[in-house]
RNA sequence: CGGGAUGUGGCUCAGUUUGGCUAGAGCGCAGCGUUCGGGACGCUGAGGCCGCGCGUUCAAAUCGCGCCAUCCCGACCA
């Protein structure tokens, strides 16, 4: 491949509406241009990289078992009201209507479609176990897309469903994905971590998400230090504390005029937040519901959401809040509170400090002392509905747990009966008996990858690309396309290269030595090799990792065998062989 | 959807507060010359409905109203 006749049109200066990292590179690098917000094209470069992922991916899922399929973009509106979700799925589906004025819409995801093929054509235990894959674009009208392609609207999706008689079955589909995501995240030189997730709207029993480790990354990661155990925060479980009964005084009433906050309150009083309960108020549903946390918490949405059974939870309006407490936002409290009022508690605060607890006295200005929850309050249960914290003990081993940050690039689902009930898909076993198929589903964000790889790997000067997904492993760069040794020598092993399987672009354009420098480092090809005139008189060709910045002089005789040792070396940096 | 911001050659931006003559700079692009191992320099040149519409005014990139687009924060979500 000779860059005088690609297009790689790259960029100076980034477009002011690119924000993080991967999406300036990667415009930069000439390898995606925005058409629009959430919908990218990709240029030449781009799509190399995506195509290396993407093959990847089909390699290993193949080798899984999975058989590729192509499904269309383009879905009818009826299964996606057979399966309630034309009603739940919400704006994020973009729809529209045919000449006909039939509804369809542009699928975010083909649970609907797959399911609809196999019960058609399915019918007996021996077709099964199934598990049938794509890698298909996708559009998800996201009320906000950001990040480039970190969260575009529309995106390049690896997508599988299994099939399988029973739940066994299915728990064995699912650990072979699982292991193919392993060695799929493995193969692309990514440092990753594979963690326990909450199942979201597409539903389901448990699942896994992938995450690409990064700074940048919008999710948070518990990881404990002594164990295997990793969860995104959004999921990680606190264990309940050894309950200990505490015994105090009766509650007293104290004046707090003004104070709202916590810290407002810890600070008046001469207190630490630890022994101050914060009173949340949510609507759930409709009905209203008061969150209990300790005073330095921050209270889990999510797991109060699961553990109410909630489809709808958001905080409660200032004017609910007046309502429903009588008092304005900042002294709620769970003590004397108006019986309408659920009032759910998490299970930490089943250990009270000696001199019981600080808590709104529901009226304004005021708090109470000496509160024992169970003397004074009326708490309709306890349960895990805080987020996990660094340094919190590890709830399998009892370890300390860290935070990182990662994004998810890949999610396994085991989806059960959801789908294959809702839409019956079903088959005959060996007694002649109808059963329900057992789904799982499993998806990785192709293009997000791309993305996920430049946060993870980039530099003051560029991308620094795994050498499995870059968009060629190696550039030559010929300094001097005009001095005929130089040009000779950079063609030599441009074709020595491409004939030995290696991917490599020849820099051959007419520039000065500095901008294929910094075109090389922009782009980040893992591999640079230059042949320039200075080099030659010595009888050296020079080549650079990109990774590491680290150049070594190579003979321009003899080239051929000490490039293969310095390339081992280039991808054993990678931790690939 | 709520809050904030921005929109001027392909890209980055100045000019808008206080309306005024032919709308500027750097990068990029084309031609010529000099250069040539980490984004060279000189000269010449092409390229603009100043997001769109309506209004105010002798006069609008600049002021007013409306719309559209893009980005950021939030709710939401993979």
Redesign the pocket.
């Known amino acids: 491949m000779r860059w005088k006749q690609a297009y790689i049109p ?8 690119a ?2 990292i991967s999406h300036k590179l990667l415009t ?1 690098a000439g390898m995606i241009r ?1 058409l ?3 919908i990218y094209v990709y240029l030449p470069l781009g799509l190399k990289s995506l195509n290396k992922i993407a093959n990847i991916v089909r390699a290993e899922m193949n080798r899984a078992g999975a058989q590729e399929l192509l499904m269309p973009t383009v879905q009818p509106a009826d299964l996606w009201k057979e399966s309630g979700r034309w009603e739940f799925y ?1 704006k ?1 589906l973009l729809r529209f209507k045919d000449r006909n004025e039939r509804d369809y819409c542009l699928g975010p995801t083909h649970e609907e479609v797959v399911t609809d093929l196999i019960r058609g054509e399915v019918r007996s235990y021996r077709q099964l176990p199934l598990n049938l894959y794509q890698i298909q674009t996708k559009f ?1 009208d ?6 480039g392609l970190m ?3 529309e ?1 390049l ?1 690896k997508d599988a469903y299994s099939f399988d008689r029973d739940s066994e079955g299915a728990d064995k589909s699912y650990q072979a994905m699982y292991d193919a995501y392993m060695r799929i995240f493995r193969r692309l030189g990514l440092k990753f971590r594979a963690v326990e997730a909450d199942t ?3 539903g389901g029993k448990f699942s896994h ?1 992938f995450m690409v480790l990064a700074d940048t990354g ?1 999710d948070l990661i518990a990881a404990c230090g002594q164990c295997a155990y990793a969860a995104n925060v959004e999921r990680a479980e606190v264990n309940p504390p050894s309950a200990k009964k505490a015994v105090c005084g009766p509650a007293r009433e104290i004046a707090t005029p003004g104070m709202h906050t916590i810290e407002e309150v810890a600070g008046f009083l001469n207190i630490s937040a630890k022994a101050l309960v914060k009173t949340l108020l949510f609507n759930a549903d409709g009905k209203p519901v008061a969150a209990l946390v300790r005073g330095d918490r921050q209270i889990n ?1 999510i797991k109060l959401k699961n553990c109410l059974n909630a489809v709808d ?2 905080l409660a309006t200032p004017e609910e809040v007046q309502a429903w407490t009588h008092a304005p936002v900042g002294f709620a409290g769970p003590v004397g509170l108006w019986e309408g009022v659920r009032v759910v508690a998490d299970h930490e605060l089943l250990a009270a400090p000696a001199d019981g607890w600080v808590v709104g006295a529901n009226r304004a200005d005021a708090h109470l002392l000496n509160v024992d929850l169970e003397r004074d309050a009326r708490i309709d249960f306890y349960a895990d509905m805080r987020s996990i914290e660094e340094s919190d003990p590890c709830p399998r081993c009892g370890g300390t747990v860290a935070l990182t940050r990662g994004i ?1 690039v890949g ?1 396994v689902f085991k989806l059960g009966l959801k789908y294959s009930e809702a839409m019956h898909a079903v088959f005959l076993d060996e007694n002649g008996r109808e059963q329900t198929m057992v789904m799982g589903c499993y ?1 990785i ?1 192709i293009s ?1 990858v791309l993305a996920a790889a430049i946060e993870q790997n980039n530099d003051k ?1 560029g991308i620094c690309f795994p050498p499995p997904l870059a968009p060629c492993e190696a550039v030559v760069i010929s ?2 396309p005009n001095a005929e040794n130089v040009a000779a020598k950079a063609l030599a092993i441009h074709d020595f290269l491409e004939k030995s399987g290696v991917d490599v672009l020849l820099d051959d354009r007419e520039e ?4 294929k ?6 782009v980040g090809f893992p591999m640079q090799i ?1 042949v ?5 008189g010595r009888g050296v060709v ?1 080549v ?1 990792d990109r990774r590491t910045g680290e ?1 070594t002089e190579l003979p321009a005789d003899g080239f051929e065998n000490a490039f293969a040792e310095w390339k081992k070396r280039v991808y054993a940096g990678w931790g690939i062989d």
């Not at 790259?10 to 509406?17: G, V």
């Not at 996201?142 to 990040?147: C, G």
């Open positions: 790259t960029l100076k200066e980034a477009p002011a509406d924000e993080v930069r925005k629009t917000s959430g919400g994020e998800r996201e009320i906000r897309p950001r990040f969260r575009g609207r995106f999706m979201g709207s597409i998400e919008e949405e939870l958001v998810e999610h998806g964000g997000r000067d300094l001097d000065r030595p500095g901008v420098f910094k075109d090389a480092d922009l230059v320039g005139g200075k080099g030659l020079e650079k150049k």
